[in-house]
């Protein structure tokens, strides 16, 4: 597809939302009207107000034109005429109308703080176009992530781990992970050092006098490590930060085929009180499709330890438009998991990354239409179960530009994955591809520490990282 853009500075949004309605086509953004192309879009600022878009979509031709109330809002119109275009010439209306950015619940509480709940709603649905179902949907996730907001202050910090190595890797994954038969000769040196920067940054917490509120590990599969390992690394946590005003500690534990009664006693020893036992889908031959290597029955199995170890605080994951997966045996892996009892579900859209094997490989993958029949069946469930949605992000290249939602029983939100996606406060990070991000307490700015992303790079290259690290005490010492 050729996007034409012609006399503006809108490119990223409209590129965006020609990729909601074409999602496997590559947009090569040209600023001319020389190439030709059998789908093509023009967008246009024809002076200080006026936007023009116009397509030629398979020999068909259209065009619309729209005077903007002033220059602030030229972007928007020029969205919503290209929306009205693609949806026209696809017959798709996609459910989150024109917004294509990450964190529709953070946009819906700047609107309440700026505008209040009622004049908030209506701009979601006649500004944006959103639909009234998903304007519900972050006006409820936007209340309950305020009460959780409300938890955090100017000395409050996350602690995030990042344990980049998983047993084998996903075929949707995109994350920098690395199958543990091929990296399984770094982890002994990764553990050693990652408990020196575990150590070096309480150091710098504990001298900022900074309350540590909750600690994540991700990855990758945190449990690919060993049971000592595990341990080994908690233990320095414990040993390290001052963990008298914690409110939660999350292990993700999500591959069936990396999990002992041996792990889950070794974590639950040492304080970890809530757990992620990711199935992604209840149907076998999914599994075998998406490069799971374990089944439906280790998934039930692993569960079952948890409990008995001991966990009362679980999350599982399942991911909708899966390779192979149908709106019935999607039905069936919502229903099996509401009948398992967790505290938690997390419902994924499939989301179409670059560098995934289901993109490179050329997979067929569901389209947003069925994605979206998928979510509203989960949804009505989840409701009918009694969880809450407390919890919503969006990826780029999500089927349908459709949603992440965080789904739980009363009580038992995940306080760090709404502290990390509402940037309400920082989250000092460690680990091979961690991004430790500071948050200025009393403004929005935010600046970024980027770790190495290879294990090889994190192990050979410690002490530049280290001299990275000293700008946390440099951030803080300007603001105050």
């Not at 075929?171 to 070096?200: G, T, W």
């Not at 990855?219 to 060993?226: A, C, E, H, V």
Request: hydrophobic letters at 40%; aromatic letters at 10%.
């Amino acid at each position: 597809m050729i996007l034409r853009v012609l006399n503006h500075k809108f490119h990223y949004e409209m590129e965006n939302l020609c990729r909601v309605f074409y999602p496997y086509e590559k947009i090569k953004v040209v600023h001319d009207n020389e190439e030709e192309d059998e789908l093509c879009v023009i967008t246009e600022l024809a002076d200080e107000y006026t936007v023009r878009v116009g397509a030629n979509i398979n020999g068909i031709a259209y065009a619309l034109e729209k005077t903007a109330a002033d220059a602030d809002d030229c972007e928007r119109e020029m969205a919503i005429l290209l929306f009205d275009i693609l949806s026209k010439a696809t017959g798709y209306v996609p459910k989150w109308g024109i917004l294509t950015g990450v964190r529709p619940s953070k946009l819906m509480n700047a609107l309440i703080d700026e505008m209040g709940e009622e004049e908030a709603v209506k701009y979601f649905t006649e500004k944006l176009l959103v639909s009234e179902a998903k304007t519900h949907l972050a006006l409820s996730v936007a209340k309950t992530e305020a009460e959780i907001m409300s938890l955090s202050d100017e000395k409050s910090f996350s602690l995030y781990v990042s344990i980049p190595f998983c047993p084998s890797r996903c075929n949707y994954c995109s994350f920098v992970s690395h199958s543990i038969a091929q990296a399984k000769k770094l982890l002994p040196e990764y553990v050693d050092k990652l408990c020196e920067e575990i150590r070096m940054t309480a150091e710098v917490a504990n001298e900022l006098d900074l309350r540590l509120e909750s600690i994540y590990w991700g990855g990758g599969t945190p449990t690919t490590l060993s049971a000592e390992q595990l341990e080994r690394i908690c233990n320095v946590i414990n040993e390290s930060f001052d963990m008298s005003q914690l409110r939660e500690y999350t292990i993700e534990a999500g591959r069936a085929d990396t999990v002992t009664p041996d792990k889950f006693k070794a974590i639950k020893a040492a304080g970890v009180g809530r757990i992620s036992i990711n199935p992604q889908t209840f149907n076998d031959d999914v599994l075998v499709s998406i490069g799971r290597k374990h089944t439906v029955a280790d998934v039930e199995r692993a569960f079952s330890q948890a409990r008995e170890a001991g966990f009362d605080n679980i999350n599982m994951d399942l991911i909708a438009g899966l390779t192979d997966d149908t709106f019935d045996s999607f039905c069936n892996s919502v229903d099996r998991a509401i009948s398992m009892n967790p505290e938690n579900i997390t419902l994924h859209t499939l989301a179409l990354k670059r560098s995934s094997n289901i993109v490179t490989g050329g997979v067929d993958v569901e389209s947003g239409e069925t994605a979206n029949r998928m979510l509203e069946y989960a949804q009505k469930q989840f409701l009918s179960a009694g969880y809450i949605p407390y919890y919503m992000y969006r990826q780029s290249r999500s089927l349908g530009n459709l949603e992440n939602v965080g789904w739980c029983k009363p009580g038992y939100e995940c306080l760090y994955n709404v502290f990390m996606m509402e940037e309400c406060h920082t989250v000092l990070a460690v680990g091979a591809g961690a991004v430790t991000k500071l948050k200025d307490p009393f403004s929005r700015n935010i600046e970024r520490i980027f770790n190495f992303k290879y294990p090889y790079e994190y192990n050979s290259r410690f002490d530049t990282l280290v001299e990275r690290k000293n700008t946390i005490k440099e951030f803080y010492e300007k603001i105050y």
